[in-house]
């Protein structure tokens, strides 16, 4: 799972969540909104740097592409995170939340409702037995593609 572990540290990292006043700040940020209202904010967001980026075209034009990518994400860790106050989730586990969201959006994991309170619940795809290689190229470029289209 080292591919997933990276992809995953890295989003948690661009999340710009380094200290507690800015894990407060987004938690109040977050419970302004609903689920709908936030996925929206993030999506605007996502978009419009998006389209500036691509505007121009060039070295200049793969430089802004760069620039595009990382804020990706962050937006994408934050707007995780932000879900994650929504919901009430307590405590916000940023040690392991991306990683579970990764494998839940690469459809190698599936979310079950059938959890002690205050938990958090993967359940395994069972569809297919293939190496460990194979599993990290396909949730890498999942979670990429998914992230793109949409990034909630």
């Known amino acids: 799972m080292a591919i997933v572990k990276h992809i995953a540290d890295l989003i948690t990292n661009m999340a710009l969540l380094g200290d507690e006043g800015a894990k407060v700040k987004l938690c109040a940020d977050a419970q302004q909104y609903s689920i709908t209202e936030w996925k929206?904010?993030?999506q605007t967001k996502v978009t419009t740097i998006g389209a500036i980026t691509g505007i121009p075209g060039g070295i200049?034009?793969?430089?802004?592409?760069?620039a595009?990518?990382?804020y990706l994400f962050t937006a994408s860790g934050r707007?995780?995170?932000?879900?994650?106050?929504?919901?009430?989730?307590?405590?916000v586990d940023y040690?392991?939340?991306i990683a579970n969201i990764l494998s839940i959006w690469a459809g190698v994991a599936k979310a079950t409702n059938r959890v002690a309170v205050g938990?958090?619940?993967?359940?395994?795809?069972?569809?297919?037995i293939i190496g460990p290689a194979t599993l990290h190229g396909i949730l890498a470029v999942k979670a990429?593609?998914?992230a793109l289209l949409d990034p909630l």
């Open 68 to 70: 595009d990518i990382l």
């Open 144 to 146: 990429f593609t998914t």
């Open 95 to 97: 040690d392991s939340d």
């Open 60 to 66: 200049g034009g793969a430089l802004f592409t760069t």
């Open 119 to 128: 938990k958090f619940g993967l359940k395994l795809s069972t569809q297919a």
């Open 79 to 91: 707007a995780c995170y932000g879900i994650g106050y929504i919901i009430d989730k307590r405590p």
């Open 40 to 42: 929206l904010l993030f």
